[in-house]
């Protein structure tokens, strides 16, 4: 498969989808394109890109305002162009996202579980905690305990602060004594990691020849690294996001996520490039083009190979 079939079948698979997850891609595009160069990008060139994934002017207007009303965005008026960006809220859920989506997975773990007690909170702060924490990857271990064995105290703390709960969640550290068999299973139940693996595979059924047809002596255009770039971290997040990201020690031996890891990284490295070519040209700010990334841009997955000039932010 040549790799402009291979982006073809990735954006036909998505068009093809019953409804449009048209505000979750836009969200994408923002955290992985827009973000690490200035935040900000005019409506009209946000159409533009949205329109080869399928989605109508229609729909982008109505899910950008969808996403300012739910605090994420923000939009300035100069003359007839409306220009967005990142909330303070946005970014700092943003920054959180990223450090999940292209860091690297945990590899050490000292064997002491992160416990939040959350007998102290009324009933709709628990529900608030629990969503919240989840995204850090805390499982629940009982109805007002929530557990993980390696969170990060920086993004924790950040979201207790957030939410405004400091003083009245309760946070300990633990070990568990004895065999660990008792562990791993209620570690596998609380994380319905089983569901999690099975979507771990299928991402990599569906990227995998993506990668190989890249691998090709075929040019990539600018236009296909930028949507396979996009579909590659929908696809990747949304399952991410739902991983706790539990050290080796506590996953099933035939663990898919390390292989969807290693193939999203090494995709990326591969497409980030011209798709940052492609983002030149297409996205706008009332400045003119796009900022180049952030030095931060150039750490992700363990370092992007990349000789494009990037900015001090």
């Known amino acids: 498969m040549s790799i402009q079939n291979a982006c073809k079948k990735l954006v036909d698979d998505f068009r093809s989808r019953p409804t449009l997850r048209a505000g979750s891609l836009i969200t994408t595009v923002f955290g992985d394109a827009i973000a690490p160069r200035g935040g900000t990008v005019w409506l009209g060139s946000l159409i533009k890109a949205m329109a080869d994934f399928g989605i109508s002017e229609r729909l982008v207007r109505t899910s950008v305002f969808r996403l300012a009303k739910d605090g994420w965005l923000q939009s300035r008026q100069i003359g007839r162009r409306s220009y967005y960006s990142l909330t303070a809220a946005g970014r700092e859920r943003f920054e959180q996202a990223t450090n999940r989506i292209y860091g690297e997975p945990v590899d050490q773990w000292d064997g002491e579980w992160c416990l939040l007690l959350l007998s102290g909170l009324n009933t709709p702060t628990k529900d608030i905690v629990r969503r919240e924490c989840g995204w850090l990857g805390f499982g629940p271990l009982s109805a007002n305990v929530l557990a993980h064995p390696a969170p990060e105290p920086a993004e924790l703390d950040g979201t207790m602060r957030r939410l405004g709960v400091q003083e009245k969640l309760v946070v300990m550290r633990g070990q568990t004594i004895g065999g660990d068999r008792a562990m791993r299973e209620l570690t596998r139940t609380c994380w319905n990691l089983d ?30 690294a930028f949507l396979i770039r996009t579909l590659l971290i929908q696809e990747y997040r949304k399952v ?4 706790p990201w539990l050290p080796a020690e506590l996953l ?10 290693q193939l999203c990284r090494n995709l990326y490295r591969g497409v980030h490039g011209p798709a940052d070519a492609y983002l030149d040209v297409v996205m706008e700010t009332a400045d003119g083009p796009l900022p180049p990334p952030s030095r931060a841009f150039a750490r992700r997955f363990g370092g992007l190979n990349t000789a494009r000039k990037v900015s001090n932010g």
């Open 252 to 261: 099933p031996a035939d663990w898919h996520g390390a292989a969807a890891y």
């Open 195 to 224: 569901e999690i693996d099975a979507r771990y595979a299928d991402f990599v059924r569906r990227f995998r020849p993506v990668y190989k047809a890249l691998s090709g002596k075929q040019a990539l255009s600018d236009k296909s």
């Open 240 to 243: 991410l996001l739902r991983d």
